[in-house]
């Protein structure tokens, strides 16, 4: 595998189940991003981690909880989640984060198409 | 804040035919600036980045973009466009800023006549 994966690539829950997000990146970046791609509105960028440590949490409510074991997992746990959650979750990497450089360009994965029923 | 303007939300261009698609962005500093591509049901592929040096940047596909700083703009283009390029293109400006957020415009969708 080479780039950024992510499982699963759909997914349909109920509102009362409890789901996990995974994101895997083979390559070697020290950051990784979870988005939200909604229909009709721009990327929103939910959470940032840099070196497993969260470094940006964009007022994303708790029912999304993210998880970032090591460099090149990161998990995106849902809970309780409404039916306009329902979208497409990007999650990207990045060599570095806060560096103002060209190891920060985002490289992204394919994205898990969520629908909450 | 940043913001990222993609003024046109559909394009059809017939095969062969030049693309053009605007980006307008607003940033106080340097802007570090991208444009994706995103085909149906697929994540993001970058096209090519903008950080500094040469104002027209080439990109994979045959794609290229030009910074101009007075207009506050980063035009995608291409001579000649193929059928498999029909996808929706985003433009980014990134804050460069710790945690790096990257801010998109909404997309600019592209339909290929034959």
């Known amino acids: 595998e080479t780039g950024v994966t992510q499982t699963p690539r759909h997914l349909v829950m109920g509102m009362t189940n409890k789901k996990s997000l995974k994101c895997e990146q083979h390559?070697?970046?020290?950051?990784m991003y979870w988005y939200k791609q909604s229909a009709k509105k721009p990327l929103e960028l939910m959470f940032v981690y840099s070196l497993e440590e969260r470094v940006e949490n964009n007022s994303v409510p708790s029912r999304f909880s993210p998880e970032c074991p090591n460099s090149s997992h990161l998990f995106l746990h849902l809970h309780t989640l409404q039916p306009e959650d329902s979208a497409l979750y990007l999650c990207?990497?990045?060599?570095?984060?806060?560096?103002?450089?060209?190891?920060?360009?985002?490289?992204f994965g394919p994205g898990t198409r969520l629908l909450v029923l | 804040a940043q913001s990222v303007t993609q003024p046109d939300i559909h394009i059809t261009v017939s095969e062969g035919a030049s693309l053009e698609l605007r980006c307008n962005y607003s940033y106080g500093a340097t802007p570090y600036l991208f444009w994706y591509v995103q085909s149906p049901g697929q994540g993001l592929q970058l096209l090519l980045k903008y950080f500094s040096g040469d104002t027209l940047v080439q990109g994979i596909k045959g794609f290229e973009a030009e910074f101009k700083r007075s207009q506050s703009s980063f035009n995608l283009r291409k001579p000649s466009v193929h059928w498999s390029d029909a996808a929706e293109y985003f433009c980014?400006?990134?804050?460069?800023?710790?945690?790096?957020?990257?801010?998109f415009g909404g997309g600019t969708r592209v339909l290929v006549k034959p």
């Open positions: 980014a400006v990134g804050a460069g800023a710790a945690g790096n957020k990257l801010t």
């Open positions: 990207a990497s990045s060599q570095e984060a806060g560096t103002s450089g060209p190891e920060e360009t985002q490289y």
């Open positions: 390559l070697g970046h020290n950051a």
